[in-house]
């Protein structure tokens, strides 16, 4: 952790949590051995991601990392969330496993 989100705790629990929110969502979902079940939580799994990436903005707007380190993190992210819809929209149509 850096230093600098020492002042704002907040902040830093929001990313921890929403961050680790996105994999425990995937790896529930995966978990349910059904499809349609784990694309609801791979669509949860996104909006925890979408909040890291405005928790970075915002870490950003205070100073704590720079536009260079957001936009590194921020394109897992992005990258993270356009697997999951692929992966989604191909659950919705999967079988149950027999």
Sequence with gaps: MRSSFASHPWLRSQLQRSAASACSNIAEGFSRFNPKEFARFLNISNGSL???L???DTAVSLGLVSTDEQASMAS???RSRAASAKLIRYLRTA???S
């Design 95 to 97: 079988k149950l496993p």
């Design 54 to 56: 405005d928790h970075l």
């Design 50 to 52: 979408s909040e890291v």
């Design 76 to 78: 897992l992210a992005r």
